[in-house]
């Protein structure tokens, strides 16, 4: 037998949902069985809407996830860009005490 079956389980709380709409639209005259086979109808609907809704949910969770993972990768990447940038302008204060010195013996030397 097999662990798990593809059947769906339909949930009490969907069935009584269904067959108190059905019986809310139920017509004079209308036979158990018709308002049985409606029931159904409406308990597969509402199925059928629960399905689409938790994917439409995994979806927006899965973007919302993608897009909140993206800023901190940028971030790290700024993180780098503002750290080069630190390096380089450490680099020019002494490339240009080093060109003054030169400059300076220049000048003297003259």
């Given at each position: ?28 005259g ?18 059928l ?18 897009v ?43």
């Open positions: 037998m097999p662990k798990y079956t593809k059947k769906n389980k339909i949930s009490a709380e969907t069935k009584d949902d269904a067959i108190k709409i059905a019986r809310g639209t139920q017509r004079p209308q036979t158990k069985e018709q308002t049985r086979l409606i029931a159904q109808g409406i308990q597969k609907g509402i199925d809407y629960k399905k689409q809704q938790k994917g439409k949910a995994r979806e927006l969770d899965k973007k919302l996830r993608k909140t993972s993206t800023p901190e990768s940028k971030e790290s990447s700024r993180d780098n860009i503002q750290h080069k940038q630190a390096v380089k302008s450490n680099l020019l204060p002494w490339f240009l005490l080093v060109v003054s010195w030169i400059a300076f013996a220049i000048y003297t030397m003259m």
